[in-house]
């Protein structure tokens, strides 16, 4: 096992699994969506950290459309979509890498809206 072999903290990175994560005893977590939208994911890694499954998996549910929308689009993708939404700015991606529109853009929209009313 890895932490009989080490004092190296183990992390995670990869927002749709923090919670699996976390509640397997990972260290930390690195969230792209923690900087945009931290109430959920504070409240998913302080629920793990304390090994509360049941309430870990309350923002975990709340997130879901938005883990699948990460997994299918890039989360890169996505959290420009959420910058624009928030008024954040109206960052360019690098080329290649092409901006969501049309209805790919809408599922995201539609995805990250409910976590915005509660915010």
Do not use: C, N
């Not at 927002?15 to 994560?21: K, Q, S």
């Not at 883990?67 to 991606?93: E, H, I, N, P, T």
Request: zero cysteines; charged letters at 20%; proline letters at 7%.
């Amino acid at each position: 096992m890895l932490r009989e072999r080490t004092d190296l903290a183990v992390g995670y990175s990869g927002d749709w699994g923090m919670a699996a994560a976390m509640l397997s005893g990972a260290d930390a977590f690195y969230s792209v969506l923690g900087g945009i939208l931290p109430a959920p994911v504070v409240s998913l890694a302080q629920a793990a950290r304390a090994g509360d499954s049941d309430e870990a998996e309350r923002p975990d549910a709340a997130l879901a459309p938005l883990w699948k929308s990460f997994k299918a689009y890039g989360s890169l993708r996505v959290m420009y979509v959420l910058l624009d939404m928030l008024g954040l700015g109206q960052a360019v991606l690098p080329r290649p890498i092409l901006p969501l529109e049309g209805e790919t853009r809408e599922r995201v929209v539609s995805a990250a809206v409910p976590l915005l009313a509660s915010r």
